[in-house]
């Protein structure tokens, strides 16, 4: 305890173990992210927690974020990591999505990849410029991967709001991008 009679950092985490949560299955990059962060987090933390991942796979990361908004501990002892487009989902229309991203406290993230999109080379998408005004139909895991998530904030900004630039088809994706870690804000 701190002299003032608070309990400090230190007292707040000793002995106890802070979950980071995965979005996606075991075994995958964002799961391999949690578990590197996991193996030197606790240290830097004071009272050094013990630091447990566990694995919550469901639309992408969805389901745990808005379980996360809904019902997980506001003390900090929980972390979730999930598909970067989750946050965007709410913002850009999403109806799945039962959380406020403003309300989560954004901490970090584990990676810093460069997005690209390549067209191939028969198709009529070459530049950036044909893009503004042709069709370029691309691949995604759902409605809050990163393609279709770059063609929602793409529509809605000028000058592409008029033009139909991205169309998302499912396919699979290995890439898993940066790998947004978030906490409930108080």
Not at 48 to 59: D, L, R, Y
Not at 61 to 77: E, F, I, M, Q
Not at 94 to 120: E, H, V, Y
Request: hydrophobic fraction near 35%; charged fraction near 20%.
């Amino acid at each position: 305890m701190h002299r003032s009679g608070a309990q400090t950092v230190a007292d707040f985490y000793r002995g106890k173990s802070l979950t980071i949560t995965v979005g996606l299955s075991a075994g995958g990059g964002y799961d391999l992210h949690a578990r590197v962060l996991a193996k030197y987090f606790g240290r830097h933390i004071p009272g050094a927690p013990a630091i447990v991942v566990k694995n919550s796979p469901g639309a992408g990361g969805l389901a745990l974020v808005n379980a996360l908004a809904a019902t997980v501990s506001r003390d900090g002892t929980e972390l979730a990591t999930f598909d970067r487009g989750i946050a965007l989902d709410p913002l850009l229309g999403g109806s799945q999505a039962r959380f406020d991203p403003l309300k989560l406290g954004w901490i970090g993230s584990t990676d810093n990849d460069a997005s690209t999109c390549l067209s191939w080379h028969t198709a009529a998408v070459k530049t950036m410029d044909d893009v503004l005004r042709r069709e370029l139909i691309v691949g995604g895991t759902g409605a809050t991967a990163g393609y279709a998530t770059t063609r929602s904030t793409f529509s809605c900004s000028s000058p592409c709001r008029r033009a139909p630039i991205i169309r998302r088809c499912r396919s699979r994706s290995t890439s898993p991008g940066p790998t947004p870690i978030a906490r409930r804000s108080r």
